[in-house]
């Protein structure tokens, strides 16, 4: 038995092994808007439900321990005291992995990870149009737990308004535990899937993804191509270059024979044979090479 004392250890070195040790974590996807309405969009793990009267839901963006700054959520969240809480299931993981990014101030991050705006009722703050269960709520506190890199802020929520995609309930008026297929967070890039195990998604931050936004339109457009698709061919610094990626195909017969006379759908099927093995880089170089 290894034991570990708080006061010994690095933050980064606690922080990893609490969040390997304590999972699967809901995923508090929150939306939040500035002073000046701009949205933010971003996930966090550290939540919870608390109280069913009144209705409270508790998430807690921590600040970084990096450099001991705070996250434009916690911010918006002092200034409006409103947020949106949206569920994440699998069908959107990948985009909102991409959506924790950490992009400039002003960046739209519901355009980056392709998420829609829907206004809500009773806040600012808009709801991620794909999300499976919409909490619009008001922020009743936020308590600071320190002020170091790595302290949490609980951001105490009530609920408001309970929004629920109707293709989730069963025919009780009951939210089906299958059909929401919600995902949680894990320690390091893992995730778990309910019912089906776990599963990998790279961290989006030792660089800044491209952004659904800034995908071909044949790609952005594609019928062949998933949300969580276009979450990982988002998730890049850069896009290939024609020759390089012609020079990587032609390095590989398989794929050279394969795409030679092949329609666009084609292509996007075969690329999308890659993305499902989680190889973008492979996936990439096939579709920037016609």
Do not use: R
């Given at each position: 038995m290894i034991t570990i004392d708080p006061s010994v250890v690095s933050t980064g070195k606690l922080h990893g092994l609490m969040l390997g040790a304590i999972g699967p974590r809901p995923i508090a996807f929150a939306s939040t808007v500035d002073a000046n309405g701009n949205p933010?969009?971003?996930p966090f793990s550290f939540f919870n439900v608390f109280s069913a009267n009144p209705p409270i839901l508790i998430f807690s963006p921590a600040r970084r321990v990096r450099d001991n700054t705070t996250k434009h959520t916690l911010e918006n969240a002092q200034t409006t005291k409103e947020v949106v809480i949206n569920i994440v299931n699998y069908d959107i993981v990948q985009q909102m992995s991409l959506s924790s990014t950490?992009?400039?101030?002003?960046v739209n991050e519901f355009i980056k990870s392709g998420l829609t705006m829907v206004p809500s009722e009773k806040v600012k703050a808009y709801r991620v149009g794909e999300s499976p269960v919409q909490f619009e709520?008001?922020?009743n506190d936020i308590v600071p737990m320190g002020n170091e890199g790595g302290a949490g802020n609980l951001i105490i929520c009530e609920?408001?308004?309970m929004h629920i995609n109707?293709?989730?309930m069963d025919q009780n008026d009951r939210i089906d535990q299958h059909k929401i297929d919600q995902v949680a967070r894990m320690g390091g890039n893992w995730y778990t899937r309910a019912n089906k195990g776990m599963f990998e998604v790279p961290k989006p931050l030792s660089t800044i993804g491209i952004g659904i936004d800034v995908l071909p339109e044949e790609i952005k457009n594609s019928t062949i191509?998933?949300?969580?698709?276009?979450?990982?061919l988002a998730n890049v610094e850069r896009?290939?270059?024609n020759t390089a990626a012609l020079a990587f195909v032609n390095k590989h017969d398989n794929i050279k024979d394969k795409i030679q006379q092949a329609n666009q759908i084609e292509i996007h099927k075969f690329a999308k044979q890659y993305l499902d093995q989680d190889d973008i880089d492979t996936a990439w170089n096939i579709l920037a090479a016609k």
């Open positions: 933010n969009l971003s950490e992009y400039p101030e002003n709520c008001k922020v609920v408001l308004l109707e293709n989730v191509f998933t949300g969580n698709d276009l979450g990982k896009i290939p270059e």
